[in-house]
């Protein structure tokens, strides 16, 4: 089936089977490796994506399903080899460890960051509930959500 995405800003066209995942198109069509193939399951979180602006698992989403839907990377994060105020600020405070679950983490906190651009500890803890990490603890984690929320406040002053 013939479909097209706008994705991380460009119209990209895709030939897919009915049954192929958002996942998989975006990795193995569009040659985007950042949404990351953890457990095939939506338990992991490794694989979410912006959906029109909401963070989704894109292991759950047939390709087919969302043809003309707007979707966001984590290479779509970075404005013209800027990085973002998420990625700088997971750099910063040591967000990452072995950086699997990263980009994951990095699309769920960008769809908090932009419904609630303040958030306490307890609202960043429950945007990324679904986003599994078995290295940092989620403390360094909430820390690079609460720098780069105070980042881009400063930056909008």
Known sequence: ???????NGEPRALSVEPRTLLVHALREQ?????????????????CTVLVGGKAMKSCTLLAVRLDGADITTVEGLAEE????????????EHGTQCGFCTPGMLMASADLLARDPDPDDAAIRHALKGNLCRCTG?????????????????AAA
């Open 138 to 154: 989620y403390t360094t984690i909430t820390r690079s959500v609460r720098a780069a929320a105070e980042a881009r406040r400063s």
């Open 1 to 7: 089936m013939e479909i097209t995405l706008r994705v």
């Open 30 to 46: 569009l040659a985007l490796p950042g949404t990351k193939i953890g457990c095939d399951t939506s338990q992991c979180g490794a």
């Open 81 to 92: 080899r800027e990085l973002d105020a998420l990625q700088t600020a997971f750099m910063q």
